[in-house]
């Protein structure tokens, strides 16, 4: 017998839902405010993305749990030019 799909027997749309349900907010839920797109500032937006992603950084290094870790690669012509 067929399923519906999924993982596990479970179908897709639940399965995406347990996934997801701490980090997307439902049009459903009373807080949700939409914003049409003409009304919406991109510059505040992103100001508002950033300041948020620096002090999730700041949290992170003060708790000392940042694993961020930067790997630097010499490019191919900075590489040739060494030789």
Same mark, same amino acid.
């Given at each position: /017998?067929?399923?519906?799909?999924?993982v596990g027997g479970v179908p897709f749309a639940?399965?995406?839902?347990?996934?997801?349900?701490?980090?997307?907010k439902s049009i459903l839920d009373p807080s949700?405010?939409?914003?049409?797109?003409?009304?919406?500032?991109?510059?505040?937006?992103?100001?508002?993305?950033?300041?948020? /992603?620096?002090?999730?950084?700041?949290?992170?290094?003060?708790?000392?749990?940042?694993?961020?870790?930067?790997?630097?690669?010499?490019?191919?012509?900075?590489?040739?030019?060494?030789?």
């Open positions: /017998m067929l399923q519906d799909g999924g639940s399965a995406a839902r347990d996934t997801r349900e701490d980090s997307v949700f405010h939409y914003v049409p797109s003409a009304e919406t500032d991109l510059k505040k937006t992103f100001s508002r993305i950033r300041r948020q /992603m620096q002090k999730a950084d700041a949290q992170k290094l003060a708790a000392g749990t940042d694993t961020t870790r930067v790997i630097v690669f010499a490019r191919p012509k900075e590489y040739a030019s060494q030789r």
